[in-house]
Each structure stands twice: as C-alpha cells, then as structure tokens.
C-alpha cells in the first residue's frame, strides 16, 4: 500500500473532485454504515480517465454502492453504463446523483441480485467493473466473460483486499474469493492481465 502522506501529495497534484462528486463522497460518508466501500476520488478519476481513453460505448458495472464509479464510468464517454446494486434503500441517493451529473439516461440502473440480472442483458461489453460481493467476484467473471467482445476489458476492485491476499486466512469468504479471483485471471490464457497496486489493488484483463 502506498504511505498516506504519497496518497495526499497524489491527491493534491491532481485536478479537483467534481463538485457533484464532492457532495456525493461527503453524503455517503454522513449517510452510509460503510462509506469506504466508496471508491472516492482518485479511483473515480482513474476509471473516468480509462473509459475516456478506451471509448467504450457498453459498460457493466457489478456493485453500484452510492453510484460514485457509475458517474465516473458515465462520464468517461461510454454511451450506456449498466450498473447493478442488490440494496433498495440506495436507489434514491444513486438516482439523485444521476441526475445532479446530468447523466439519468445514460444510466441503467438495476436493483436487484447480479447474478440474476447480468443473464437477462442482452448486450456485448466493452467493459465490466466488478466490484460487488468478493466470494462472487470469480462468478461474475465467469458469467460475464462471454458478453465481453474481444479487446474488451474486465476490472476488479480490491483485488488486493487490504494485503490479505498474502495471508490466505481459510475462515475469510472475503479472502478467499479474492485470492481465487486472481488465480483464475493469472492462469486464464484467454486474456492479459496486470494486478495495478493502485489504492485497493485492481485486476485489469484484457480479453484476446
Ligand atoms: C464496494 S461497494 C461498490 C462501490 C461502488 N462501485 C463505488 O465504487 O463507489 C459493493 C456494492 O455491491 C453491492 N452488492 C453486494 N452483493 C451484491 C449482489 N449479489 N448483487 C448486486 N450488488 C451487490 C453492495 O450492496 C454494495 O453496495
């Protein structure tokens, strides 16, 4: 992980939160019980900055939260961003910030359990942001690697969890479904990939 006085000078020479984005981050920490699931500002900006960079005009995001990385991957060019969240008490706060960032019909927003939802979108991804329940996250690959195009991309959030992917714990779901997850992409010969130890970890696959 990088020292927090790194991360504050990373932070302080790059640009600004957006303002909607700022009182998104600030009403999730007030509002929320586990505000750090937020990706927050330099994840936001970091996945704002590769859609904008990879065009892709169909994303699948898994794991809404609040919706601070559906604006940004919305915001990043993509023409239709579908973002799936299992919880409904957030469906007021994420369509409230849809709407401040002026992207409500750029959004799909779908509540409910992905594992249901991803089978029912008949789309072609250009990219999938995993970042829902971590014991799934090798499920979700699995049942979204057919819908991503080739040259697509797969992400995957906290693939570093803490640094407790050194220490195998067997009692952690959390753990061990992030450990699998990575085991999987390093030996799928379907795909490259680059473990970024950026913020939480995030596994990048491109699909060959
Ligand atoms: C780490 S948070 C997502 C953070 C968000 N992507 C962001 O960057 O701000 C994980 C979210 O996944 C949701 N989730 C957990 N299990 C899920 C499931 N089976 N289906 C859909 N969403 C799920 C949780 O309710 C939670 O809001």
Same mark, same amino acid.
């Given at each position: 992980?990088?020292?927090?006085?790194?991360?504050?000078?990373?932070?302080?020479?790059?640009?600004?939160?957006?303002?909607?984005?700022?009182?998104?981050?600030?009403?999730?920490?007030?509002?929320?019980?586990?505000?750090?699931?937020?990706?927050?500002?330099?994840?936001?900006?970091?996945?704002?900055?590769?859609?904008?960079?990879?065009?892709?005009?169909?994303?699948?995001?898994?794991?809404?939260?609040?919706?601070?990385?559906?604006?940004?991957?919305?915001?990043?060019?993509?023409?239709?961003?579908?973002?799936?969240?299992?919880?409904?008490?957030?469906?007021?706060?994420?369509?409230?910030?849809?709407?401040?960032?002026?992207?409500?019909?750029?959004?799909?927003?779908?509540?409910?359990?992905?594992?249901?939802? /991803?089978?029912?979108? &008949?789309?072609? *991804? +250009?990219?999938?942001?995993?970042? =829902? $329940?971590?014991?799934?996250?090798?499920?979700?690959?699995?049942?979204?690697?057919?819908?991503?195009?080739?040259?697509?991309? /797969?992400?995957?959030? &906290?693939?570093? *969890? +803490?640094?407790?992917?050194?220490? =195998? $714990?067997?009692?952690?779901?959390?753990?061990?479904?992030?450990?699998?997850?990575?085991?999987?992409?390093?030996?799928?010969?379907?795909?490259?990939?680059?473990?970024?130890?950026?913020?939480?970890?995030?596994?990048?696959?491109?699909?060959?």
């Amino acid at each position: 992980m990088i020292p927090e006085e790194i991360e504050r000078y990373c932070e302080a020479h790059s640009s600004q939160e957006l303002s909607f984005l700022a009182s998104l981050n600030r009403e999730t920490h007030l509002t929320q019980v586990y505000p750090r699931m937020i990706s927050g500002p330099m994840q936001g900006t970091l996945l704002r900055f590769i859609c904008r960079m990879i065009k892709p005009e169909k994303v699948l995001e898994i794991g809404t939260f609040t919706g601070y990385s559906a604006i940004n991957l919305a915001l990043g060019s993509a023409k239709m961003v579908h973002t799936i969240e299992i919880n409904p008490e957030l469906e007021n706060i994420i369509r409230r910030y849809l709407k401040e960032a002026g992207i409500e019909n750029h959004v799909t927003l779908h509540i409910g359990e992905a594992m249901k939802i /991803i089978p029912t979108l &008949n789309e072609c *991804w +250009d990219l999938v942001f995993i970042d =829902a $329940d971590k014991p799934n996250y090798l499920n979700y690959y699995n049942l979204v690697f057919p819908m991503v195009r080739q040259g697509g991309w /797969i992400l995957a959030d &906290n693939a570093l *969890w +803490d640094g407790k992917v050194l220490t =195998a $714990d067997t009692s952690d779901k959390d753990t061990l479904g992030i450990i699998e997850y990575n085991e999987f992409v390093q030996k799928d010969p379907r795909v490259e990939n680059l473990l970024l130890p950026f913020r939480d970890g995030l596994m990048i696959a491109r699909k060959i």
